[in-house]
T-cell receptor, first 113, second 116 residues
Framework: DAKTTQPTSMDCAEGRAANLPCNHS???????VYWYRQIHSQGPQYIIH???NNETNEMASLIITEDRKSSTLILPHATLRDTAVYYC??????????????FGAGTRLFVKA | GAVVSQHPSRVICKSGTSVKIECRSL??????MFWYRQFPKQSLMLMAT?????????EQGVEKDKFLINHASLTLSTLTVTSAHPEDSSFYIC????????????FGNGTRLTVT
């Protein structure tokens, strides 16, 4: 089972910032938060990940709360091409070592003109 | 960097035949690759973990004899859907981590399988 919860859908106006929240209240101290997105009929695309410090790259910013129980992905200037399903993921540890990435339902972001 | 290529992108086959899907890491080596399946309007479901040089690890409920996985080299994993049936029609996606530790997954563009 996925270890995160996200709103089912969100709308955002083109050119405005899109703020996508994620709850991960059971996250452990050494587990990272990953964000991916999937545009219709394509494979998912990695966006960003972080442990406890805020992170920024050319695609987005990731803000993680101090208690690490939630985070927000920020797309600073959303475009129509950012319409996609966004997945917030905390990996699941395997009994035999290593991790696996389990997808929840994600947030469907609609960017409107 | 970190490109994963998946082939074919689409395949239509007749019921009872087998279909092979290839997943290649183009600019990095991957000792582990992951295979997912996605039905319409649903999220990705992890099917199995492909391990280079050893047997794949299947998720609960996934038939290993039906979905054969081979990880022949550090850049290639294959998924063979054997004796395909219409209910196997789905979007199959592979992925691989670009490194160890906290490295993220990089995904192929998926294979849409239609079994008639």
């Amino acid at each position: 089972d996925a270890k995160t919860t996200q709103p089912t859908s969100m709308d955002c106006a083109e050119g405005r910032a899109a703020n996508l929240p994620c709850n991960h209240s059971t996250i452990s101290g050494n587990e990272y938060v990953y964000w991916y997105r999937q545009i219709h009929s394509q494979g998912p695309q990695y966006i960003i990940h972080g442990l406890k410090n805020n992170e920024t790259n050319e695609m987005a910013s990731l803000i993680i709360t101090e208690d690490r129980k939630s985070s927000t992905l920020i797309l600073p200037h959303a475009t129509l091409r950012d319409t996609a399903v966004y997945y917030c993921i905390v990996r699941v540890a395997r009994n035999t070592g290593g991790f696996k990435t389990i997808f929840g339902a994600g947030t469907r972001l609609f960017v409107k003109a | 960097g970190a490109v994963v290529s998946q082939h074919p992108s689409r395949v239509i086959c007749k019921s009872g035949t087998s279909v092979k899907i290839e997943c290649r890491s183009l600019d990095f080596q991957a000792t582990t690759m992951f295979w997912y399946r996605q039905f319409p309007k649903q999220s990705l479901m992890l099917m199995a973990t492909s391990n280079e040089g050893s047997k794949a690890t299947y998720e609960q409920g996934v038939e290993k004899d039906k979905f054969l996985i081979n990880h022949a080299s550090l850049t290639l994993s294959t998924l063979t859907v054997t004796s395909a049936h219409p209910e196997d029609s789905s979007f199959y996606i592979c992925s691989a981590p670009s490194g160890t530790g906290d490295s993220p997954l990089h995904f192929g563009n998926g294979t849409r399988l239609t079994v008639t």
